[in-house]
T-cell receptor, first 116, second 115 residues
Framework: DAGVTQSPTHLIKTRGQQVTLRCSPKSGHDTVSWYQQALGQGPQFIFQYYEEEERQRGNFPDRFSGHQFPNYSSELNVNALLLGDSALYLC???????????????FGPGTRLTVL | GDSVTQMEGPVTLSEEACLTINCTYTATGYPSLFWYVQYPGEGLQLLLKATKADDKGSNKGFEATYRKETTSFHLEKGSVQVSDSAVYFCALSPRIRGGADGLTFGKGTHLIIQP
């Protein structure tokens, strides 16, 4: 049973560029959440997608956007990159129970983004 | 808003010592509580969880009890091993019927176990 997968593993960009990160959820999961983890810090929630719609967003600017596809995979896009966007980006998947909160989130290995 | 506070690290212990990592939280309602572990160069792995007051989560010798009266979820292990060296994160998830549940994490506690 494949777990959560993310691509690419590492990425180097320059300020002002745009980046797209990809995530495939654990088999059977339908909800994808994205987190940013700066060096030495805990992960910060960016947003969550369910049924191809963003249903919750953390305190991140509009430069951060996402998408969820019919097969439940997801992309995270960041525009106009800043040096401060350098971080480990983590994707987590879970299963939404009808009419109630989602279940435990399982994390992928992350994508390390470096902005020069 | 919701928040999680963990004891600062690094925490350095000798092998077979007892471990306690403190975690307290602030949240509306009755959140679910989690401990995640992150090994060097890897993503987060779920260690244990508890979904209601007085629940005890346990896994791999680690335990944590959901204490609503003290808003705490301290991580404990009776005898640590070198392989337990990692960063440990306490996190909470709001229990919102039909709603989303982005996790709120603490800053993490770096645990170092010496042989």
């Amino acid at each position: 049973d494949a777990g959560v997968t993310q691509s690419p593993t590492h990425l180097i960009k320059t300020r002002g560029q745009q980046v797209t990160l990809r995530c495939s959820p654990k088999s059977g999961h339908d909800t994808v959440s994205w987190y940013q983890q700066a060096l030495g810090q805990g992960p910060q929630f960016i947003f969550q997608y369910y049924e191809e719609e963003e249903r919750q967003r953390g305190n991140f600017p509009d430069r951060f956007s996402g998408h969820q596809f019919p097969n439940y995979s997801s992309e995270l896009n960041v525009n106009a990159l800043l040096l401060g966007d350098s971080a480990l980006y983590l994707c987590a998947s879970s299963l939404a129970a009808a009419g109630y909160r989602t279940d435990t989130q399982y994390f992928g290995p992350g994508t390390r983004l470096t902005v020069l | 808003g919701d928040s999680v506070t963990q004891m600062e690290g690094p925490v350095t212990l000798s092998e077979e010592a007892c471990l306690t990592i403190n975690c307290t939280y602030t949240a509306t309602g009755y959140p679910s509580l989690f401990w995640y572990v992150q090994y060097p160069g890897e993503g987060l792995q779920l260690l244990l969880k508890a979904t209601k007051a007085d629940d005890k989560g346990s896994n791999k010798g680690f335990e944590a009890t959901y204490r609503k009266e003290t808003t705490s979820f301290h991580l404990e292990k009776g005898s640590v091993q070198v392989s337990d060296s990692a960063v440990y994160f306490c996190a909470l998830s709001p229990r919102i019927r039909g709603g989303a549940d982005g996790l709120t994490f603490g800053k993490g506690t770096h645990l170092i176990i010496q042989p």
